[in-house]
């Protein structure tokens, strides 16, 4: 059984930080690629950094600066650094793993974490 559990939400004031978790269990971690998309009320679910198998990684513009996704395969956890966040930073933030196969793509989902950055 695939379980994706995010962690580390919470309610934090402009300008502040906050680190997201995620572990992985029942997959090859180290085979995936690992993301974070996150949901803003009455929005669609859009990315916001992945990080390949190999350790590339890739940011959405409004993020790129200010966050820093990075993972440990030892531990099958990938982490979302955030700073310097901005009420428009708000939202469910979702952790993504994904594997491109000849078969197709697999992917799977957490649960979301919710972030709120309020004053």
């Known amino acids: 059984q695939v379980q994706l559990v995010e962690s580390g939400g919470g309610l934090v004031q402009p300008g502040g930080s906050l680190r997201l978790s995620c572990p992985a269990s029942?997959?090859?971690?180290?085979?995936?690629?690992m993301g974070w998309y996150r949901q803003a009320p009455g929005q669609q679910r859009e990315l916001v950094a992945t990080?390949?198998?190999?350790?590339?990684?890739n940011y959405a513009d409004s993020v790129k600066g200010r966050f820093t996704i990075s993972r440990d395969n030892g531990k099958k956890t990938v982490y979302l650094q955030m700073n310097s966040l901005k009420a428009e930073d708000t939202a469910v933030y979702y952790c993504?793993?994904?594997?491109?196969?000849?078969?197709?793509?697999?992917?799977?989902w957490g649960q979301g974490t919710q972030v709120t950055v309020s004053s």
């Open positions: 993504n793993a994904e594997k491109f196969a000849a078969a197709g793509t697999v992917n799977y």
């Open positions: 990080i390949s198998s190999g350790g590339s990684t």
């Open positions: 029942g997959i090859a971690f180290s085979m995936y690629r």
